[in-house]
């Protein structure tokens, strides 16, 4: 078996938290590749913008509520809605939906986006590449 070229991840200063969250989104281009940072509540996620149906920009789609089912009493339909707390994003090419947090398709939970890791050190949000 040939021996394969890894690269070691490195660390990557994309800014200063307080300045992007406020941005909620922030999409780069880091070494060829193009990672979208989000900034959810207190929390920072970021995903490989490639969406895994159809190779499309999945970062550079809308955020949105996570669209739910509503039912009425006695089991009835009551259309749908939107989920109160939950935003996806949602790729512009088919409209599949991924949770920010979970990068996960709310119904096909194998269906993923690809994670790239993230953190704040000192008021610095690094990305590791």
């Known amino acids: 078996m040939a021996a394969q070229n890894i690269k070691p991840l490195r660390d990557v200063v994309i800014g200063k938290y307080d300045q992007l969250r406020t941005r909620e989104r922030v999409v780069l281009d880091i070494d060829g590749k193009e990672v979208g940072v989000y900034f959810e509540g207190d929390e920072v996620r970021a995903w490989l913008n490639v969406c895994p149906h159809g190779g499309g920009p999945v970062c550079q789609g809308k955020i949105m509520p996570r669209t739910v089912h509503n039912f009425l009493p006695g089991g009835k339909s009551g259309g749908l809605g939107h989920h109160e707390s939950e935003r996806n ?41």
């Open 89 to 129: 994003i949602v790729c512009p090419w088919h409209g599949y939906e991924f949770g920010i947090l979970s990068g996960e398709h709310p119904i096909k939970s194998d269906v993923k986006l690809i994670a790239v890791p993230v953190r704040i050190s000192d008021g610095d949000v690094i990305l590791s590449v």
